[in-house]
C-alpha cells in the first residue's frame, strides 16, 4: 500500500462512517476500484493494524465533535445518581449488546462477507436508501430515545455489520422512525458506536495479531490524519443533514452506486 492508496482508503473510512452510505461497503468498493483486494486484509497484519489506525481516527474525531456531551454524560456519572446522563449511558449499553453478541457468535460468518462481494454490498446499499426516504419523510418530535428504542436501534447497529447496510443510515433511520427527535437520534447513533470501536480495537490489541514489522508508518499516519479530518467534517456536516431532513440526497447516492455495483458484479 502506498501513500495515495492510504490518503483514499483514509478519506472514505472518515466520510462513510459518519455519512450514510456504508463505510465498510465502499471499503469493498474501494479494494475494487484500486484493483487490491488486499488493501485492508483481515488475516494480514499490517493490513489489521491499518483498519485499526483508521476505526480509532474515525472514533477520536466523534469525541472531539461531542466533546462537551460526553464531558457532561461523564460529570453526571460522577454524581452517582440515577440522572439523565447515567440513564443515557444505560440506554448505550443496551443498544450495544445486540452488535456484541454477533461480533462474538458469528465473526466467523460475518468475514466471509467481506471478500470483494459487490453484489450483496450493492443490494444492501439499496435497502440503506429505503431507509434514508422513510426517515427523512417522518414527523419532527422532541422525543427522547427510550430504552426499549435504544435496544430497537442496537439491533439495526447489528445487522448494519453487513457490507452495504450503512451504520448511521440504520440508525439513526431506525431511531427517528420510532418517534425520536431527529437531532437526538443522530447524536444518540453517532455516540452509540464509540464504546464498540474501542472495544473491537483493544480486542485486536489483545489478541497478539497486530504487527509493526516491516510497518511504514508515513502510510499509517497519513491514513489516520485523513480519516480523523474526513471525519470531522462528515460528523457535522451529517447532524445538521438530519436536522435539516435531507437524508434522500443520500438515498439517491446509494440507489446509484449500488445498482452500479450490482451490475458491475453481474458483468464480471
Known amino acids: 500500500m502506498d501513500i495515495i492508496d492510504s490518503i483514499v482508503l483514509g478519506i472514505i473510512q472518515g466520510l462513510t462512517e459518519f455519512l450514510p452510505v456504508s463505510s465498510s461497503g465502499h471499503i469493498e468498493l474501494g479494494k475494487v476500484i484500486l484493483q487490491n483486494d488486499h488493501l485492508v486484509p483481515k488475516d494480514?497484519?499490517?493490513?489489521?493494524?491499518?483498519?485499526?489506525?483508521?476505526?480509532?481516527a474515525?472514533?477520536?474525531?466523534?469525541?472531539?465533535?461531542?466533546?462537551?456531551?460526553?464531558?457532561?454524560?461523564i460529570k453526571g456519572i460522577l454524581k452517582f445518581e440515577w440522572n439523565e446522563d447515567l440513564q443515557f449511558l444505560s440506554k448505550i449499553i443496551i443498544s450495544m449488546i445486540p452488535a456484541v453478541i454477533v461480533g462474538l457468535f458469528?465473526?466467523?460468518?460475518?468475514?466471509?462477507?467481506?471478500?470483494?462481494?459487490?453484489?450483496?454490498?450493492?443490494?444492501?446499499?439499496?435497502?440503506?436508501?429505503?431507509?434514508l426516504?422513510?426517515?427523512?419523510?417522518?414527523?419532527?418530535t422532541n422525543k427522547k430515545v427510550s430504552f426499549s428504542n435504544a435496544f430497537v436501534i442496537g439491533v439495526s447497529q447489528a445487522i448494519a455489520m453487513l457490507p452495504g447496510i450503512s451504520r448511521s443510515g440504520a440508525t439513526i433511520?431506525?431511531?427517528?422512525?420510532?418517534?425520536?427527535?431527529?437531532?437526538?437520534?443522530a447524536?444518540?447513533?453517532?455516540?452509540?458506536?464509540?464504546?464498540?470501536?474501542?472495544?473491537?480495537?483493544?480486542?485486536?490489541?489483545?489478541?497478539?495479531?497486530?504487527?509493526?514489522?516491516g510497518v511504514d508508518f508515513t502510510v499509517l499516519g497519513v491514513g489516520f490524519i485523513a480519516a480523523f479530518v474526513s471525519g470531522l467534517f462528515a460528523c457535522t456536516w451529517m447532524i445538521s443533514l438530519v436536522k435539516k431532513s435531507k437524508l434522500s440526497y443520500f438515498a439517491f447516492y446509494c440507489i446509484v452506486v449500488g445498482i452500479i455495483a450490482i451490475i458491475f458484479s453481474i458483468l464480471n
Open 106 to 131: 458469528f465473526e466467523e460468518e460475518l468475514e466471509q462477507l467481506f471478500s470483494g462481494n459487490i453484489l450483496l454490498v450493492g443490494c444492501m446499499l439499496i435497502v440503506t436508501a429505503a431507509l
Open 187 to 213: 447524536r444518540f447513533s453517532f455516540l452509540m458506536v464509540v464504546p464498540l470501536i474501542f472495544g473491537k480495537i483493544a480486542k485486536d490489541v489483545l489478541s497478539g495479531d497486530l504487527s509493526n514489522e
Open 44 to 56: 494480514d497484519q499490517n493490513g489489521l493494524l491499518f483498519t485499526v489506525v483508521l476505526h480509532f
Open 58 to 73: 474515525t472514533a477520536l474525531s466523534t469525541i472531539v465533535v461531542f466533546r462537551k456531551d460526553i464531558l457532561d454524560i
Open 133 to 140: 426516504f422513510l426517515a427523512d419523510r417522518a414527523k419532527d
Open 173 to 185: 433511520s431506525t431511531s427517528v422512525l420510532l418517534g425520536n427527535d431527529k437531532t437526538k437520534a
